[in-house]
């Protein structure tokens, strides 16, 4: 079947898996990215044939002609999300339907055949399905899951393309607070921006990685974790980091994050919004000024800043660095809102507490 909300995946089991106790030996220990589980799902979109050719087979390379498009024009989206081992033994994934809907988003933006949202979330059950012996069971681990598409025509004109290979990959990833809740020391970029109005910011696609690259890197020299991106414009306002979103705490109990446009609609943000409201925060989008921010560390009134995304959950930052010096957010000490969300969210997250929302999807 093909073009319509529905496909049938051809399932060929990997006649090679890691032996088990290699995968354990693996899985002891896997950082974030570098270890990988038996399968993959790859599926191809033709123009005039729609999707087809769904399957679940085992991860290898994807052979590539050096003409094919992605490699010259960079039309490339993609997701990530996590599979939980849910406190109950069940698995579980999180808001999985608001990956889907932004992949159709994304895929638009690019000038993509968009993927049926029922196929996206099919995928990562079959996926999940046959590599659940990847899911860390460990508090904190999870199978991290990269759906991605790429235009696969072999064709060097500048227009979109007419072939389309979508892939899901999982990898095995540790808590990103493994050794400890350590509050992330962050660069103002005085030189790089990351998305000007009208462009691809709110798109997850490769290409806006690759243009952050340069940036973070610089951070690194200057000893920080991560970058803070300001706007394109006025290169007054604080947009994003280069995969995380931010929140600012005030002392009256109000928090702000910066409004939607030309930042990456991250769903942990959604759902830190939706969170915050429920504990009786006032939380505004709006546009938050750099000097605004250095303004309210230094007079007390901003009491914490965190970054949020689906990676790391949610991480406190705790000193902004920028050519003119560096300022800290109460004493750079992660604060009590910002652990507080992330404990709420990390509780419904594994099934610790009531999913008042529908966020939490099973696999059977
Ligand atoms: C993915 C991403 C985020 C976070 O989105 P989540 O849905 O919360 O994981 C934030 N910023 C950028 C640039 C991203 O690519």
Redesign the pocket.
């Known amino acids: 079947m093909s073009g319509g909300d529905k496909l049938d995946f051809e399932i060929r089991p990997n006649p090679q898996p890691v032996a088990a106790a290699e995968r354990a030996a693996l899985m002891a220990n896997p950082g974030f990215g570098r270890v990988f589980t038996d399968h993959m799902v790859t599926i191809r979109y033709a123009e005039g044939k729609g999707w087809y050719d769904a399957r679940v087979e085992a991860r290898g390379p994807i052979p590539m002609d050096p003409a094919t498009a992605v490699l010259h024009y960079a039309q490339e989206i993609f997701e ?1 999300l996590k599979a939980y081992q849910a406190v109950d033994g069940g698995i579980t994934m999180f808001r999985p339907d608001a ?1 889907a809907a ?1 992949f159709a988003d994304s895929a638009q933006r690019m000038a993509m055949a968009p993927l049926p949202e029922q196929v996206f979330l099919d995928s990562l059950h079959h996926l999940i399905d046959i590599d659940r012996a990847w899911i860390p069971s460990g508090e904190g681990g999870s199978l991290y899951l990269r759906p991605f598409m790429f235009g696969s025509e072999v064709f060097l004109g500048v227009r979109p393309a007419n072939e389309y290979l979508y892939v899901v990959i999982a990898s095995p990833v540790e808590s990103y607070f493994s050794s400890g809740v350590k509050p992330l020391t962050v660069w103002a970029s005085p030189t790089y921006t990351r998305a000007a109005p009208g462009g691809t910011g709110a798109a ?1 696609c490769g290409g ?2 690759a243009s952050s690259l340069i940036a973070k890197a610089q951070a690194a020299e200057n000893d920080c974790d991560d970058v803070i991106f300001l706007d394109a414009v006025e290169r007054r306002y604080v947009d ?6 931010i929140f600012f705490v005030y002392d009256d109990g109000t928090l702000a994050t910066p409004t939607l446009g030309t ?2 609609p ?4 959604e759902s830190v919004l939706t969170l915050a409201r429920e504990a009786g925060h006032q939380v505004v989008e709006r546009q938050v000024g750099f000097d605004e921010w250095r303004a309210d560390a230094a007079s007390g009134r901003l009491r914490e800043v965190f970054a ?4 790391a959950v949610i991480t406190p930052i705790g000193t902004v660095r920028h050519p003119g010096g560096e300022f800290a957010i109460a004493g750079g000490e992660p604060g009590s809102v910002t652990m507080g969300l992330r404990q709420t969210l990390v509780d419904i997250q594994r099934g610790r507490t009531e999913d008042t929302h529908g966020w939490v999807h099973r696999i059977a």
């Open positions: 990530g990956n932004r997850k806006n990685y994003e980091m280069s995969g995380m979103n930042i990456l991250g769903i942990t943000r949020c995304g689906t990676a």
